[in-house]
């Protein structure tokens, strides 16, 4: 686990960034948890050398409205029932200050009935395809821009015309409102029940084809958004299902987004769909040659031997491949003395159970 700087890192996350600063690793949730004991230690040095530190008193409560806030708001958000273009104004200005202000971020918290009424303008249609194009984007982003505040999560998903807007969105917006919407969704399910509803509403097929056809940005959206969903059980046979595997696999071969693919193919690959899946696509191959090449990182590594662990021992099909491969370039090998630990104790597990079967063989 790493510690930052607390206005720092939710500054970061406040920009829409959903990887680790220092890692760049996507992360699988959003939440922040304050490091006590860094900070106490921090305090104690700070005495010592006779320092003041910064009181974070102001940063924690930065985000409290004013009565000037709270009627700007109203007004806003009253000029969403008007003719369209008052809607179009008032949306875009909320896209921007749900953005900069988190006062407006935590303003939408304070009635259930303040989401709806900034989705007005789209739940009077049967499909966003017949909003404005621009309009339908500034409100997907102050969506994205709601989520993002922790407090909100769970309010804004469960507002009911919410997650249905948000799918409507990956299949008809232009591709930043997809994109958005994807990380709307990305943000949300950084808590497990949401994760839970938002899988029941069915939004993971449209985020595998928006990780199939996207652009690179949306890409990273979707597969972020993916692997957030999949970690509940319950969603990762919604994804197989859904055709998950197949485009997994085909953008792991065009090397797009290796790192953040991967993770969810090892978590898909304990199904046993999902293995049949694999198993066809002669995914073994090309995990094995991914371990071997040099801008692999050890987290890769792990997921890919990983994977193909969960093949071999659920599909017997697949030992000769893996004798063959390792045969030609003791990848395994290999990784038994530089992966980590956790691939070493796979990489070992599966070389014991091809020397087992060799020596029987052998012994026959």
């Given at each position: 686990?790493?510690?930052?700087d607390r206005?720092f890192?939710?500054?970061?996350?406040?920009a829409?960034?959903r990887t680790?600063?220092?890692?760049?690793?996507?992360?699988?949730?959003?939440?922040?948890?304050?490091n006590?004991?860094?900070?106490?230690?921090?305090?104690?040095?700070?005495t010592?050398?006779?320092i003041?530190l910064a009181n974070t008193?102001?940063?924690?409560?930065?985000g409290?409205?004013?009565g000037?806030?709270?009627?700007?708001?109203?007004?806003?958000?009253?000029?969403?029932?008007?003719?369209?273009?008052?809607q179009?104004?008032?949306?875009?200005?909320?896209?921007v200050?749900t953005?900069?202000?988190?006062?407006f971020?935590?303003?939408f918290g304070?009635s259930?009935?303040?989401?709806?009424?900034?989705?007005?303008?789209?739940?009077?249609?049967?499909?966003?395809?017949?909003?404005?194009?621009?309009?339908?984007?500034?409100?997907?982003?102050?969506?994205?821009?709601l989520?993002?505040?922790?407090?909100?999560?769970?309010?804004?998903?469960?507002?009911?015309?919410?997650?249905?807007?948000?799918i409507?969105?990956l299949?008809?917006?232009?591709?930043?409102?997809?994109?958005?919407?994807?990380?709307?969704?990305?943000?949300?399910?950084?808590l497990?029940?949401?994760?839970?509803?938002?899988?029941?509403?069915?939004?993971?097929?449209p985020?595998?084809?928006?990780?199939?056809?996207?652009?690179?940005?949306?890409?990273k959206?979707?597969?972020?958004a993916?692997?957030?969903l999949?970690?509940?059980h319950e969603n990762?046979?919604r994804?197989v299902?859904?055709?998950a595997v197949k485009?997994?696999?085909?953008?792991?071969m065009?090397?797009?987004?290796?790192d953040?693919?991967?993770?969810t193919?090892?978590?898909?690959?304990?199904?046993?769909?999902a293995?049949?899946?694999?198993v066809?696509?002669k995914a073994?191959?090309c995990?094995?040659?991914i371990?071997?090449?040099?801008?692999t990182?050890?987290r890769?590594?792990?997921?890919?031997i990983a994977?193909?662990?969960?093949?071999?021992y659920?599909?017997?099909?697949?030992?000769?491949?893996?004798?063959?491969?390792?045969?030609?370039?003791?990848t395994?090998s290999?990784?038994?003395?530089?992966?980590t630990s956790?691939?070493?104790?796979?990489?070992?597990e599966?070389?014991?159970?091809?020397?087992?079967?060799?020596?029987y063989?052998?012994?026959a």
């Amino acid at each position: 686990m790493l510690t930052y700087d607390r206005p720092f890192i939710d500054n970061w996350l406040k920009a829409g960034n959903r990887t680790c600063p220092r890692t760049e690793q996507v992360l699988s949730h959003t939440v922040l948890t304050p490091n006590h004991l860094i900070r106490e230690v921090i305090s104690k040095w700070c005495t010592n050398q006779g320092i003041e530190l910064a009181n974070t008193i102001e940063y924690i409560h930065e985000g409290a409205a004013t009565g000037a806030d709270r009627a700007h708001f109203l007004f806003l958000l009253k000029k969403m029932s008007l003719p369209l273009p008052h809607q179009k104004e008032a949306a875009k200005e909320l896209r921007v200050l749900t953005k900069k202000v988190p006062s407006f971020r935590t303003i939408f918290g304070e009635s259930h009935d303040f989401i709806p009424q900034l989705l007005g303008p789209l739940s009077k249609t049967e499909s966003l395809s017949e909003v404005p194009s621009d309009l339908q984007e500034d409100l997907i982003t102050t969506l994205l821009n709601l989520s993002i505040h922790d407090n909100n999560k769970k309010l804004v998903a469960e507002t009911p015309i919410v997650i249905p807007v948000l799918i409507d969105a990956l299949q008809s917006g232009t591709m930043e409102t997809r994109s958005n919407s994807a990380a709307a969704i990305f943000t949300l399910s950084a808590l497990d029940s949401n994760k839970l509803l938002i899988g029941k509403s069915g939004a993971l097929k449209p985020l595998i084809d928006l990780l199939d056809k996207g652009h690179q940005l949306a890409m990273k959206d979707a597969a972020s958004a993916i692997f957030n969903l999949c970690i509940a059980h319950e969603n990762k046979s919604r994804a197989v299902k859904a055709g998950a595997v197949k485009v997994i696999m085909k953008k792991i071969m065009d090397r797009t987004l290796v790192d953040e693919l991967l993770s969810t193919l090892a978590m898909l690959s304990c199904h046993q769909r999902a293995v049949e899946e694999l198993v066809q696509l002669k995914a073994i191959p090309c995990l094995l040659t991914i371990i071997r090449e040099s801008n692999t990182c050890a987290r890769s590594k792990e997921n890919c031997i990983a994977i193909t662990h969960n093949l071999c021992y659920n599909d017997r099909t697949t030992w000769k491949e893996l004798r063959e491969e390792e045969k030609a370039f003791g990848t395994i090998s290999q990784l038994t003395s530089n992966g980590t630990s956790r691939a070493k104790r796979k990489a070992n597990e599966l070389l014991e159970r091809l020397n087992k079967a060799v020596n029987y063989t052998h012994t026959a």
